[in-house]
């Protein structure tokens, strides 16, 4: 027992021996797997291994507080989306991570890592620090994007974000709360459209973004939903030239958008303010808003918004994509505007213009498809790049359709066609400006299916066009309608040379200025063609027409042609030195104004040529001639003919450079009845040379003559040299008229200098007289010639002494017998018209003497105004002074005489004054003399006469009657040269005076105061009578001499009766007792001889 009890206990010993290590081992092993199973960087490996996709291998910790993992991987979809080859962890006393860091990362898809970075937001496993860096791996590796990425909790719990991209330039940076899971980051930078690939962007496979663009937005996470994108809001700014394309259409984006966008599956926009089109067209768009979504649809809506201006108004043009079939279409939306202003600068110019009523629509698949549109507009204007003038069309329409198909580029056709109606069109262009004030052109782009040419068909027609610039001829075109096309390669960049084909007709076509002057073509016709250089220059061409007529109009001549047909032929590449722009005109009846005179010929031929090499529009020097046989000749009321005229012309830069015309055998007669001219001259010419400051040559005529009725000059010369400056022409030359005719021989023979201004001959000089001296008469006169020829001028004479007698019944017949002696001044003017001539002379005497006609005039001045023609004889007529004038044996001192000369042949004596026997006297009414009459009465009203001296005029004793008188006196002026006389008088003299008339008692006639003794009483006591009033009549008695009549009352002075039987009679009687105590009153009548009547008697 005890044996047994021994082996049991040492048994028992050593199976304790056997355990005690079993246990240590298991101890140390439970430890050990205690300690693996709770160590960091299992807890790190669980946690990896629970997020699926995560795959880590050689998870090692390096020390207590750090955790590497050499290379971990996250796969999504059967694909890595990121992994790196070395992960450091730093964890916190309690083993927690707090801080991780990563180098070499590489990012395939970062879209699938933001639902695996939310997943441990909402677990609240985000370390305290997270820093990454590495790169974005492209599709095939085509470049990577380095970045770096990190974030840092702050001590309030919530994250600072920092996010950047070096290349191409892109950072962000924000925070995150984990309260409410939500993140923000402000995203600034640069983007491409290979970065947008890196989060999937829903652009379309047919559309491509040229050119990189800057972001600046907020992107908004939340990390409490399974896709933690909220939105993603901001501005894109693109670089000039960038452009969004899709196939047949191109726009620019502008400089800037709006973009957002709420998730994956989820709607997004971009708005780009200012987009225009590129591509089929260039036109500005406006605002264009494309937005999209989980569907197949894209949509889009075109706003144009213009600014404050002119005009504003809103055009709104909304259609859409369908990624799945490829089907398209927009239209105008019915909100828009029915005035919209658009503007922009596009790649070849600047655009503005006002749409009204503005339509377009269209639609179709892919590439293919049609677009229709209709625009009336207020304004368009479009400004070439670097230019300052703009090609304007004002109030119109545009309308026309668009059909393409591009979908295969072999096969592509297309055609583009429409109508532009327009009230103005105009070109400032300084070299090729032109203007029309209506317009309505139709056109056609068009290739068909299989042509590799497109073919461009212009019909414009036209109304009030104006060609002005410098580099064309200036033009004025009405009824303009013509066709124009042309096929070239439009995908070719080499088109020229161009070659278009056309045929122009013109209703009237006015050349302005051009090489060959201003004019005017009616129903002008022409076609051909012509080739342009890459240049756009003209290198050749072939045209030929015709029109009704045409005239060519310029500052030296004028030419108009009937039915004229051209030919022009140019080759700018003609290898023959010399003119190759050559062309010739035939015509019929053929008109040349030209020398002051229109020359026409049954038909004619003109050639003209010249050289152009260079870049210049037209030639800058044409020679043409002209050679017209014999014709006729006339302007107006000109009618003649002419032997020939020759011409050759040259013209330099639209101006005439040379002319060299001459005509020989000129004959023609002016004006009409009753002013009929004869004009000869045996030979004209012209001669014109351009120089540097204008030009010289000049102007004369030989043999030539004049004459009109009473008016004429023969051996008529003229050399003029002339000179052109500045537009005009002008000539200082000489002229003679080696004899001169004009009413009372005046004039023999005139010279003097000549000035050609303005179209106008300015003549100066002297006349040769036989009644002055040499030099006396100067002259003044112009001959101008357009649409009514005229010549006028003045004269006048300077004051000199007469060295002959002036006959003055030779330019004035109412004054024929009278001549002129003494000192004499004149002036006058002449005019010769078409239909009549005028004239008016005015002569001013200065202590001269007229006589003729039992008249004398001494001391005479005043004025002579000749009756000349026309309105410049209203004022005819004169006033003349003298010191004495003689009527036979009356003389008139210190008086005045007014008159008018209405005809040659009617004198009008309107007043007269002066002194007559001692009295004042004056013309009592206006009277005529006109010559071939036999006289004319003149009264003459006197104050203060001297009875005396009337009483010696009429052969009496002068102191018959004493004091003075007032009364009329009438004179008996005679028209056929005998001297004046008196033929009654009739006065009074209220004052009285002495009456002693037993001088007349010879005379006096029986029984004229009753009785024989009462006459003999009464004949008595005249013999010394105090008369307080007296009348007195005188008038021409029949047979001659005078009738005199003398009433009277006063009373008788000392009676003288030798009778003393008588005496003592007188004496016993009372006088009262018969009336005879007051006046006497008488009339006594007498008969008076004349002067031949006393002579005889005696």
């Not at 299989?450 to 036209?462: D, I, S, T, Y």
């Not at 045409?550 to 047909?565: D, G, K, W």
């Not at 302007?635 to 005509?663: C, I, P, W, Y």
């Not at 309107?910 to 009414?925: C, D, K, P, Q």
Request: glycine share 12%.
């Amino acid at each position: 027992m005890t044996k047994e009890r021994h082996i049991f206990r040492s048994g028992r010993r050593r199976l304790r021996l056997l355990i005690l290590p079993a246990v240590l081992l298991a101890a140390a092993g439970g430890g050990v797997w205690f300690w693996f199973e709770h160590s960091p960087a299992r807890a790190v490996e669980r946690m990896l291994l629970s997020i699926k996709g995560l795959e880590a291998e050689q998870v090692e910790e390096q020390s207590p507080d750090r955790i590497l993992i050499r290379r971990i991987s996250y796969r999504a979809d059967d694909g890595v989306a990121a992994g790196c080859e070395g992960l450091e962890i730093g964890l916190d006393a309690n083993g927690v991570p707090r801080s991780v860091s990563a180098a070499g990362v590489e990012i395939g898809r970062i879209t699938q890592l933001l639902p695996l970075v939310a997943g441990a937001a909402r677990r609240g496993t985000l370390p305290a620090e997270f820093s990454v860096t590495g790169s974005f791996r492209r599709k095939a590796r085509k470049g990577d994007f380095a970045f770096e990425f990190k974030w840092m909790r702050r001590p309030d719990g919530d994250f600072d974000i920092e996010f950047s991209m070096p290349d191409p330039g892109l950072a962000a940076s924000g925070s995150y709360r984990p309260q409410t899971g939500a993140a923000e980051l402000r995203l600034r930078g640069r983007a491409t459209t290979e970065l947008l690939e890196l989060v999937e962007s829903r652009i379309p496979a047919e559309v491509a973004l040229s050119g990189a663009f800057d972001v600046d937005g907020v992107l908004k996470l939340d990390f409490g939903r399974p896709d933690p994108v909220r939105s993603f809001e901001g501005e894109l700014a693109f670089s000039e030239g960038t452009a969004v394309s899709g196939g047949v259409w191109e726009i620019s984006p502008g400089r800037r958008a709006v973009f957002r966008w709420y998730g994956a599956e989820r709607p997004w926009e971009v708005a780009l303010p200012e987009t225009s089109l590129r591509r089929p067209l260039e036109l500005p768009l406006g605002a264009l808003t494309v937005t999209g979504g989980a569907d197949s649809v894209i949509r889009f809506s075109v706003v144009n918004a213009p600014p404050v201006g002119e005009m504003t108004g809103v055009m709104r043009i909304d259609g859409h994509y369908d990624r799945g079939d490829g089907s398209w279409m927009f239209r105008q939306s019915e909100s828009s505007d029915r005035a919209v202003r658009w503007s922009g600068e596009l790649p070849c110019g600047e655009f503005n213009c006002i749409w009204r009523s503005p339509r377009i629509s269209g639609g179709g698949s892919r590439s293919h498809g049609s677009i229709d549109f209709s625009f009336g507009f207020e304004s368009v204007k479009f400004r070439a790049p670097g230019s300052q003038q703009e090609l304007a069309a004002l109030p119109g329409t545009l309308t026309g359709s668009w059909n393409f198909d591009y979908d295969n580029p072999e096969a592509s056709s297309f055609e583009l066609s429409g109508l532009l109606k327009s009230s103005k069109l105009e070109w400032p262009n300084p070299e090729s400006a032109w203007s029309a004030s209506s317009a309505l052109v139709s056109f056609r782009f068009s290739r068909q299916t299989g042509e590799r040419e497109a073919m461009l068909v212009l019909e414009p027609e036209l109304g009030g066009v104006n060609l002005y610039g410098g580099g064309v001829p200036k033009l004025k075109l009405e009824g303009f309608s013509g066709r124009f096309n042309s096929t070239f390669d439009p995908a070719a960049a080499e088109r020229m040379p161009l070659r278009v084909e056309g045929a122009v007709e013109v209703r009237r076509v006015n050349p302005v200025r051009s090489m060959f002057g201003a004019g005017e073509f009616r129903d002008l016709r022409f076609s051909g063609y012509a080739e342009l250089s890459p240049a756009w220059l003209v290198q050749g061409f072939r045209a030929a027409g015709g029109a009704e007529n045409a005239l060519f109009r310029y500052s030296e001549c004028e030419i108009s042609a009937a039915m004229p047909v051209f030919e022009l032929r140019f080759d700018r590449n003609a290898i023959t030195p010399g003119d190759n722009f050559l062309g010739r005109m035939d015509t019929g009846r053929l008109t040349l104004s030209a020398l002051g005179g229109t020359f026409s010929v049954p038909k004619a031929h003109a050639a003209w040529s010249s050289e152009l090499r260079e870049a210049e529009l037209l030639p800058e020097r044409w020679t043409a001639l002209l050679e017209l046989p014999a014709g006729t000749v006339g302007s107006h009321d000109l009618e003649g003919s002419f032997q020939a005229l020759s011409s050759r012309v040259s013209f330099d830069h639209s101006q005439v450079g040379a002319l060299e015309a001459k005509l020989t055998g000129f004959e023609a007669r002016l004006g009409e009845q009753p002013a009929v001219r004869q004009l000869r001259a045996g030979e004209q010419v012209l001669v014109f040379n351009r120089d540097k400051e204008g030009g010289s040559g000049r102007f004369s005529f030989s043999d030539g003559s004049f004459s009109e009725s009473g008016f004429g000059a023969e051996q008529v010369s003229a050399a003029i040299p002339l000179v052109w400056r500045d537009g005009a022409v002008t000539g200082n030359g000489s002229f003679r008229a080696g004899s001169v005719t004009v009413p009372g021989g005046l004039l023999k023979s005139a010279s003097g200098d000549v000035r050609f201004e303005g179209g106008t001959f300015r003549l100066a000089g002297q006349a040769a007289s036989p009644f002055w001296p040499e030099g006396a008469l100067l002259w003044t006169g112009e001959f101008s010639w357009g649409k009514q020829w005229r010549a006028s001028g003045d004269f006048s004479l300077k004051p000199t002494t007469l060295s002959a007698p002036l006959p003055l019944g030779g330019i004035l017949p109412a004054a024929a017998g009278l001549s002129l002696k003494g000192g004499l001044a004149g002036k006058g003017t002449f005019e010769f018209l078409p239909a009549r001539t005028e004239w008016s002379c005015e002569f001013t005497p200065a202590d001269a003497s007229l006589s003729g006609n039992g008249l004398a005039l001494a001391r005479l001045s005043g004025t002579l105004r000749l009756p000349g023609g026309g309105a410049r004889s209203r004022n005819s007529g004169g006033e003349f002074r003298f010191g004495e004038a003689k009527l036979d044996d009356v003389a008139i001192r210190n008086g005045s005489l007014s008159f008018r000369l209405l005809r040659p042949e009617e004198c009008d004596i309107l007043s007269a004054g002066g002194t007559v026997w001692g009295g004042r006297a004056r013309l009592a009414a206006p009277f005529t003399l006109r010559a071939g009459t036999e006289a004319a009465d003149a009264g003459i009203v006197v104050r203060g006469l001297e009875w005396a001296g009337l009483l010696r005029s009429l052969g009496l004793p002068g102191d018959l009657i004493d004091g003075r008188a007032d009364g009329t006196l009438f004179w008996r002026i005679h028209a056929d040269g005998r001297p004046p006389a008196l033929a009654s008088a009739e006065l009074t003299a209220a004052a009285g005076g002495k009456l002693k008339l037993e001088a007349l008692e010879p005379f006096v006639q029986a029984g004229s105061s009753g009785s024989a003794a009462r006459q003999r009483i009464l004949l008595n006591l005249l013999r010394d009578f105090n008369s307080r009033s007296l009348r007195l009549r005188l008038e021409e008695a029949s047979g001659g001499g005078w009738l005199l009549s003398l009433s009277a009352a006063g009373r008788p002075g000392q009676l003288q009766i030798r009778d003393e039987n008588y005496r003592r009679l007188i004496r016993s009687v009372d006088p009262a007792a018969f009336g005879l105590d007051g006046e006497i009153e008488f009339t006594v009548n007498y008969r008076i001889p004349g002067k031949k009547e006393a002579k005889e008697k005696k």
